[in-house]
């Protein structure tokens, strides 16, 4: 079974940035023909497909040109190197965005927000348009999740809102939010949202599947 | 089998029964509702013991083969899919290849099925990526989000639906006649043997005509435009001889006619589909709650500091709104009986000042109509600025009734004294109201003055004195509002919105920059355009060129926007969410579709067609043409047809589909109470497990832990989410067996 990644292949601003190290663009590019990041990502495409290592060069690229003394150009010999979240959330893609810190933290596998590259397209392909509901439900829930205890308390809440709105409600209408947000969602009675809770409730929740979509 | 008695199993599989169990609250509350139902708590005690092991064995099995069934299913869901880590992916898709080992046969359809799959997919992304303006539309979600976004989506829905309806009329109507002498077809034209109806003076100017003129025919759809194939008086043609058929234009004018109205209704039907089901779970459930703000109100596509410094602005602006509501709806509980009477006093006062100011605009619509068309009987051809004006006297009434009375209405409905939510979407309802009825005014006074003659009764049917050929006069008028339309929004953008945007740009004046820059009303903009739509519907019959016209002019529309959204102005303040908006610009175009029928199929049915021009000619009305060819059908497909259309049919139809909708209605009902059913469930379980784990505290005398299971924390990997109920009912299932046990769990 070969996979497709869910990234969407259209974004072209991308390839604007990516046009002024064309050699470097090359290489790559030459080394994923020749089967030898194949082998490595051989999951996500199918080699001859052209447009797909095209966009897995892409992908790379932009986690290259974020650390460019970090990232080698060359995949074969399967590196372990992280880039540290203070340079991916400056990525123009999550620089606005109010939950960037906590998106990369979901993704990463210490929890403190290095990701690898694998883990980097993981993250832009749970975010992309076709990812399934589920799975984005899922992800969304460990977003929202700030200290990490699976379930999302009142102080989750009030953080999230704090956020989305850049403090510009009164703390009683935060807290007032948080108890309608909570009394909304909340099936079994415990006061805070457990994941059950949430996907129910993110199932029914019409601007979920289009609100929760980055595009690269 | 009677599972009036909750068990288990030991280890040695016999059955044994626990105290403990029986004091769970679900199951106390399920006796409950059973003794109240039958009286019968006496059993419980002789069941127990009468039970045998085999039924709990495989009561256990069940539990178990539910485990197994979801590991099953975890196994067979693509990877992709799971939500775990490269690796683990990785992983599984390895375990899952070991665990098929498919014959030849079996890895070639898979490969087949694979390569299919894929080639659906591509197609599907390159069709995706051939749509029009794709990229324009993804810079303004980007910029603006995703409410404005949907108003360019439906932009470009009309410029299809109208290229679509413009083909249509133009493969049925126009294509032959233009083949016909090169595909060796011999036309005939239709001749009328009534004299005095037949009489078509010719409006062409003679002589010396100068540019100046012939930019009034053309702003006009007079003059030399009158005698193209723009307008219905033009197609005379009857039937055309081909080589083995006959082609029968008339009909096929009709039929093209009926033909874009229903293709328009199954499209916008079709596409309102999804946005309906969406709409109607809102509605049942706290529609725009808290919780589809807070969780899915950011757009994540933003990447404009402006625009994300908007979006949290309009955000807390939500959100103050529908706390605002909340204190609305508590206060409309807590008032009194004489606030009430007041309030009621006063909306009933402003909605009959409403409808007040309705009349008056709609007569003075009717006013200028009347004055319109008798000014142009009157004068001799002219060619002022006045003469060209006072042809356009009715779009212009219009256009500016429609201005005032938005401001109007959003000014009133303030002292109504409604909730928010229902304030804009009743302000939008007159607005609505107002747009859509105003064409049928125009079309109103038009239809009284072409059936009214001098004297009592019209010989003709029409009054043929003053329109010889009224349709191609109800085309010229449906023409000149299109026109009238398009230049009034060219000019708002240019002329409005452009110098607004220089004056807060460069003055410095406290009060111009409260003014501030032209806010992108969405549901004003989105009445202009169904507004276009419906007249260029109600047009179609009578100016066969109508939709090419509709579809340059919303292409020049989708640029002139997108080029004043993006320099001139700044998003709405009052947020419109995509998932909502949807349904009602579909809702609306279903309104302007529905009112735009009214007046195409009384006309071809009651109105008599004019003699002196058009294809219906031999006709007596348009339907005649219809009717006479079924006539002349072979005598079953005749009687069938006339079968299918008598009041039997239609009745039969008419009671089927309300069964239909009624066995619909009583299946969601039946959904419902099995939702709220589940939902107590849940309910239940959760408080089962409470109790449980009291229990479990209070028998094993440990350290009461944690409620928030820190155990399950980020232990290096990420935490493996279940995705169903399921998987947390089973652990509860679970959690029921030996409950001595139970502290192992905590």
Known sequence: MKWVLFVDEHALPCFKTYNSTTAQIRATRLKIEKNSLCSQFGFLFKESQMCKSVLCSRLHGRY??????????????????KIPPALIVNMPELKENPFRNRIVESFSEDGQGNLSFNEFVDMF????????????????????????????????????????????????EVELVCEK???????????????????????????????????? | MDIDAVFHTNHSGIVTTNPLLDQLPSYQSLLYRRKVATDGSKRRGSARSRLSSSSSLKRDASTFSRQDKQKVQTLQRPARELPKTMEEKRAHKKQMDAAHQLSSWGQWSQNTRRCLKRLKDEARASMKSMQLWRGDIHLIEGRFGTGIQSYFFFLRFLVMLN?????????????????????????????????????????????????????????????????????????????????????????????????????SLIWIVKRSATGFKDNMVQDEDRFQSFCNKIFAGWDFCITNKNAAGLKKKSLSYELKTDLEEERMKQKKADRTRRERCRIYLIRVILNVFVVGVLCGCFYSIYAATSYSQQAQMSTVKGNSFMDLLIEYLPSIVITMANFITPLLFAIIINYEDYSPAFEIRFTLMRCVFMRL?????????????????????????????????????????????????????????????????????????????????????????????????????????YSPLLPAICTIKYIFIFYIKKVSLMKNCRPATRPFRASSSNFFFLGVLLIGLSLASVPVVFSIAQINSSK?????????????????????????????????????????????????????????????????????????????????????????GAKPPHFKSKSRSRSGGSPSYHTSFTSNFSEAVSLVHPPPHSSSHV
């Not at chain 2, 000619?617 to 060819?629: F, I, P």
């Not at chain 2, 909708?661 to 939702?675: N, P, S, T, W």
């Open chain 1, 125 to 172: 392909s749970v975010l992309s348009e076709t990812a399934p509901r589920e799975l984005k439900a899922i992800y969304a829930f460990k977003i929202y999740d700030y200290n990490v205890d699976n379930y999302l308390c009142k102080e989750d809440l009030e953080k999230t809102l704090n956020k989305l709105t850049k403090e510009e409600l009164t703390p009683e």
């Open chain 2, 437 to 541: 009825a105003s064409i049928g005014v125009l079309l109103f006074s038009l239809w009284s003055r072409i059936t009214t003659c001098n004297d009592k009764t019209c010989i003709c049917g029409y009054n043929h004195q003053q329109y010889s050929c009224w349709e191609t006069r109800v085309g010229q008028e449906m023409y000149k509002l299109a026109i009238f339309d398009f230049l009034i929004i060219a000019a708002v953008a240019l002329f409005i919105e452009f110098p607004r945007k220089l004056l807060v740009d460069y003055c410095n004046c406290g009060l111009v920059k409260w003014w501030g820059y032209q806010e992108f009303a969405i549901p004003q903009n989105v009445l202009e355009i169904v507004y276009g739509q419906t007249i260029c519907w109600i047009g179609t019959f």
């Open chain 1, 181 to 216: 947000t909570i009394e909304e969602a909340d099936l079994d009675g415990d006061n805070k949202l457990s994941f059950a809770d949430f996907e129910n409730m993110i199932t029914r929740a019409p601007d979920f599947l289009s609100t929760f979509h980055i595009r690269i």
């Open chain 1, 64 to 81: 290259h040109e974020l650390a460019p003394h970090l990232v080698p150009m060359d995949y074969t010999n399967d590196p372990e190197c």
């Open chain 2, 163 to 263: 290229f679509i309806i413009f083909l249509l009329m133009f493969s049925f109507v126009m294509l032959p006649i233009i083949v016909a002498p090169h595909a060796s077809g011999n036309s005939t034209y239709s001749q009328s043997n009534d004299s005095v109806c037949a009489v078509y003076p010719s409006s062409t100017r003679r002589g010396l005509v100068l540019f100046r003129e012939q930019l009034t025919d053309m702003l006009s759809g007079e003059g030399f435009l009158e005698q193209t194939y723009l307008f219905y008086g033009y197609y005379t043609v009857d039937r055309i001889h081909f080589a083995y058929i006959i082609y029968n234009l008339p009909l096929a004018y009709l039929l093209a006619t009926i033909g874009y109205l229903i293709v």
């Open chain 2, 612 to 700: 002196a021009c058009g294809p219906f000619v031999n006709y007596t009305t348009s339907w005649e043409a219809l009717t006479s060819t079924v006539s002349q059908l072979p005598s079953g497909i005749r009687g069938l047809l006339y079968i299918l259309s008598s009041e039997v049919v239609a009745v039969s139809l008419f009671v089927i589909t309300c069964l239909g909708m009624f066995y619909v209605i009583a299946l969601a009902g039946a959904h419902k109470r099995v939702i709220n059913q589940l939902r107590e469930q849940l309910a239940m379980e959760v408080r089962d497990k409470h109790f449980l784990m009291a229990k479990a505290q209070s028998l094993s």
